[in-house]
């Protein structure tokens, strides 16, 4: 209700994303889309109601393992290279694969990253810094990718890529 100094936030939402399909949210700034997003992700919780992934409860951590996120301003450790930052999350999701230097490798040379594989992320733009959340996010083969803004910061050609 206006002018009481309470946020109405996010109401009834009620969805299902089947395997295989693409969902986007859209809508104006404050309509509940980051939000939505961070719930989740488990990074904040609902006043009410109930949010699962993969009918696992998101207060379980089970239910965010081989989930791929990427928010709209990625942090990592910016004293880490995108080929530590890969490994580390691949060994995190418990992903098996023959190499995980190679596999690794791949994804960092998809995004366009692979001289730049060794690398502090101090020294990367923030177009790079998402490029390397993104190769972080695909390389554990996730059973859902989510992306917040995943355009932000990146060039023209950069854009194109990711699209």
Known sequence: MPGN???????????TVEPG????FIGANGAGKTTT????MG???????????FGTPISNPAARLRLGYVPENPYLYDYLTPIEVL??????HGLKVSSVDAH???WLERLGLGAVAGKPLRSFSKG?????????ALSIEP?????????????PLGRRDVV
């Open 5 to 15: 100094g309470r946020q109405r936030g996010i109401h009834a939402l009620n969805m």
């Open 21 to 24: 399909e693409a969902f986007g």
């Open 37 to 40: 997003i961070k719930i989740l």
């Open 43 to 53: 990074l904040i919780q609902p006043t009410q109601g109930r949010a699962a992934l």
């Open 87 to 92: 490994r580390m999350s691949v060994s995190l």
């Open 104 to 106: 690794c490798r791949h």
């Open 128 to 136: 790079m810094t998402q490029r390397v959340a993104l190769a972080q």
């Open 143 to 155: 059973r859902l990718l989510i992306l917040d803004e995943p355009l932000s910061g990146l060039d």
